[in-house]
């Protein structure tokens, strides 16, 4: 499957904006798709997933209730609404496609990803 995501930009403290994950292909081999992200000098963080077999969410602790992830399976694209954004928020954001973390830990995204997109930056300016 090849992951296309956008929707980034530059907004200010405590805006929002919606990035889109469009796959193209099929998506039968995954359990889910969801968002990694990763700041200058940070590690990578997986912040959400959505399972495609039973919409089932996850999110991490630094986005709960903020952000709310949510698909369309009509045009096969997963959506992440970031609201409330912190300047802390500002990294590059990438789609996967592969598994839910509750099985990985703090290893989810060298194991549980078997697909990345191209990332969109995101830029929270305070």
């Known amino acids: 499957v090849q992951l ?3 929707g980034g930009g530059s907004v200010q403290a405590g805006g929002s ?3 889109s994950c469009v796959a193209s292909g ?3 081999d995954y359990d889910a798709i969801g ?9 990578r963080e997986g912040i ?6 039973d919409d089932d969410t996850y999110y991490a602790d630094s986005v709960k209730g903020r952000f709310t992830i949510s698909r369309d399976s009509a045009k096969n694209t997963v959506y992440l609404q970031m609201n409330s954004l912190k300047p802390e928020d500002t990294a590059v954001y990438y789609c996967f496609a ?3 973390p509750y099985n990985y830990g703090s290893n989810w995204g060298t194991y ?3 697909s990345w997109g ?3 930056q995101v830029t929270v300016s305070s």
């Open 4 to 6: 296309q995501a956008s």
């Open 26 to 28: 099929s998506t039968l």
């Open 17 to 19: 904006l919606r990035l």
């Open 112 to 114: 549980g990803v078997d």
């Open 118 to 120: 191209k990332g969109t």
């Open 35 to 43: 968002w990694f992200r990763q700041a200058p000098g940070k590690e």
């Open 98 to 100: 592969g598994d839910m």
């Open 48 to 53: 959400s997933s959505i399972s495609l077999s």
